[in-house]
């Protein structure tokens, strides 16, 4: 080969070699990622070693904590899941070095003070495997450790979002209020909705629980439900506090406001709220009429009731506003869901020009389940009414009634849900595969305003369910503390339809069955009804109103025909 020729091949080489080098340089320091191939990692990550070590004392002010994890981590999951309590004043800084996590302050640890740590069960590895459970430690700048605990669940309800739970100590200052501040005392659930508060002062706690959407460690009051406890929990040296249960739901601080005040004949005002009341609140007593001098518009001759679909637009029923004129409506007492109370609006919002139009309107039926013609309708059932107008509740005497396939009468009891629902319970379970007819003598019936009531038709037809197609399902309650005479209510709700619910309401603890269930999956609850309105109560922050206590059957209970679902255990805890 000549030397010429030799120079040329070294001069065609020299562009590639420089390109390989380039190559190696770009793509052989890139950033850290998963190694790719073999077997998927499904191992969870853990803490293999501490500092400062478990329960070590007198620790000094200015220890900065680490960790070690057993692999490399998700370094934004595990520093989102590092939580510290009591917290310090200034946000950490996170220092990493493989798979060991140095945590620095800004500021001196308190003296004579235990510090827990806890990393959340949201840490994942680099493969997004996440730790099995929380992982917590202790260490104290004193000479003694804290030791009390508080345990519990969080149901939150919603997937791959994980709660915080907020421990506040109580005291003499302003009650604590998460809109303001973090708690005092900071975990993390796991998946299922478990926490630990852990090495906990002697003292009175409220705990919250909150669903952090955002992951931003705070309470956004506008997207984050949060859940509030049944009850505060003392806790002493060595004590551990369980069962501690949440039910998280979006919480509304501001309350209900008039959006419009519409009369709409001599005997009816239509009021629409922003938001739907606590029924318990809209009594004539909150919802007052006067005259513009003043005069008021006795409770007896007012009656207020909401239609099924609407829930915001309640209806005033009264006497005629004789005369014609102006009148003023005064709102107070009445509460939103979230128990945030009117206190008092009059005000020039509220004040409107009766109307002098006649009620002129005739009743009419506009729903009835069972519908006309209805089958496989379970034999536990009920036959609701709903009309678009009151309805004297006198006229169903004698003249409606409800007949089996032989023609015989079927005994019932009537419910008046309103002046415009009404619901009819036979006294005995309904027969298996059989017709029923309910017969209405509509030239009877009238509305309140003295007019006939219209119904579409005079007899509906429906066909129950084969007991074949159902079966039985029963289990125990037993009650941990004091009910106060209070009732429980055990509820078993379908999963594929909200409306199909029944429910048990017990007195004490002992045996609760539910019979002639049709096959399906369903859940099983009970609670606590502290206040007697026969639904769970979830409570309130500002003014702390506790939430009523409950307990949730872990699985999903499936029904077989013929087939009797035991042991399907409750234990509801109040603290």
Not at 272 to 301: C, Q
Not at 389 to 415: A, C, K, Q, Y
Request: glycine fraction near 6%.
């Amino acid at each position: 080969m000549s030397l010429i020729n030799t120079h040329k091949d070294i001069r065609i080489a020299y562009p590639l070699l420089t390109a390989i080098i380039l190559f190696i340089i770009q793509f052989g320091c890139a950033v850290q990622s998963p190694p790719s191939g073999g077997p998927e990692d499904k191992t969870p990550p853990e803490v293999l070693e501490v500092f400062p070590a478990r329960d070590e004392l007198n620790v000094p002010f200015s220890t900065e904590v680490s960790l070690t994890f057993s692999e490399r981590m998700d370094k934004t999951s595990v520093e989102k899941a590092f939580f510290i309590s009591p917290q310090p004043e200034s946000y950490p800084e996170f220092k990493w070095k493989g798979t060991r996590l140095l945590i620095r302050y800004n500021e001196d640890l308190k003296e004579g003070r235990t510090y827990s740590i806890n990393i959340g069960a949201g840490a994942t590895d680099l493969h997004g495997v996440a730790m099995k459970e929380s992982y917590s430690w202790a260490f104290s700048t004193g000479n003694s450790i804290d030791r009390g605990f508080i345990s519990g669940k969080v149901y939150t309800f919603e997937d791959k979002v994980k709660g915080l739970v907020w421990g506040y100590m109580l005291s003499s200052e302003e009650p604590p209020n998460p809109f303001i501040r973090k708690g005092d005392f900071i975990t993390q659930t796991d998946e299922e909705g478990n926490f630990v508060l852990s090495y906990l002062a002697e003292g009175r706690y409220r705990v919250f629980a909150v669903n952090d959407r955002n992951e931003d460690l705070n309470f956004s009051i506008f997207t984050d439900p949060v859940g509030i406890p049944p009850a505060e929990v003392e806790v002493t040296f060595g004590d551990t506090v369980s069962g501690l249960k949440f039910q998280t739901s979006l919480i509304d601080t501001l309350p209900p406001l008039p959006v419009l005040i519409q009369p709409i004949d001599n005997h009816h005002i239509m009021v629409r709220f922003n938001e739907p009341l606590d029924e318990r609140t809209v009594t004539s007593a909150n919802f007052r009429i006067m005259d513009m001098a003043g005069s008021r518009i006795p409770d007896e001759e007012i009656t207020i009731y909401r239609k099924a679909g609407d829930l915001n637009t309640y209806y005033i029923l009264l006497d005629d506003l004789v005369p014609p004129g102006e009148y003023q409506l005064e709102l107070s007492g009445i509460r939103d869901e979230h128990l945030n109370e009117i206190t008092l609006i009059r005000d020039s919002s509220t004040v409107f020009t009766a109307s002098a139009l006649d009620d002129t309107l005739r009743p009419s039926l506009i729903s009835i389940s069972p519908a006309d013609s209805a089958e496989e309708i379970p034999l536990y059932s009920g036959i609701r009414m709903e009309f678009d107008h009151p309805v004297d509740p006198d006229d169903f005497e004698g003249n409606i009634s409800l007949l089996d396939s032989s023609l015989n009468s079927v005994s019932f009891r009537m419910e008046i849900m309103s002046p415009v629902e009404f619901l009819f319970i036979p006294d005995m379970r309904l027969t298996s595969m059989s017709s029923y007819t309910l017969k209405i003598s509509s030239e009877n019936f009238y509305g309140i305003n003295g007019l006939p009531v219209v119904f579409p038709k005079d007899e509906y037809i429906f066909t129950t369910m084969s007991i074949r197609q159902t079966g039985n399902l029963s289990g125990n309650l037993t009650i941990a503390g004091d009910a106060g005479g209070a009732s429980i209510i055990i509820e078993l709700a379908d999963t594929e339809s909200e409306e199909s619910k029944r429910a048990v309401i017990m007195n004490s603890q002992g045996g609760f069955e539910f019979t002639m269930v049709p096959r399906g999956e369903y859940t099983l609850s009970a609670f606590l009804d502290i206040n007697s309105d026969g639904k769970w109560t979830k409570g309130s922050i500002r003014p702390f109103v506790p939430s009523e206590p409950f307990v949730i059957f872990n699985d999903v209970l499936t029904v077989r025909p013929g087939v009797d679902n035991t042991g399907n255990n409750l234990k509801l805890i109040i603290q």
